[in-house]
Nanobody, 126 residues
């Protein structure tokens, strides 16, 4: 599975962005996928995850109620709608594809993901 993230950019606090992650391969529709982010000098952190059907989602507490993860299996694409952005959301955002099994615990674990996109930079100005 190859992943290509896009949609990052510069936005003012309170604004919105929509990230997309286009994927190749025939397994996308059968696996858990997610978004992670990494701010300068910090570790890569979980943002949101979604199971193969889109019926189950998980969010980091810091983005719950502001971000929405979704997927379109017909288009092999993952999305992250980000609203009410804050300066602390500034980071490189990575999409990732993992195993078929979904749980709220596994989806948050970096080691659950075997495929990563190249990242897209989101900068939120105050």
């Amino acid at each position: 599975v190859q992943l290509q993230a896009c949609g990052g950019g510069l936005v003012q606090a309170g604004g919105s962005l929509r990230l997309s992650c286009a994927t190749s391969g025939r397994t996308f529709g059968r696996v858990t996928v997610g978004w992670f982010r990494q701010a300068p000098g910090k570790q890569r952190d979980f943002v949101a995850g979604i199971n193969w059907s889109g019926g189950s989602t998980s969010y980091a507490d810091s983005v719950k109620g502001r971000f929405t993860i979704s997927r379109d299996n017909a288009k092999n694409t993952l999305y992250l709608q980000m609203d009410s952005l804050k300066p602390e959301d500034t980071a490189v955002y990575y999409c990732a594809a993992g195993r078929a099994t979904y749980s709220d615990y596994l989806v948050r674990d970096l080691s659950s993901y075997g495929y990563w996109g190249q990242g897209t930079l989101v900068t939120v100005s105050s």
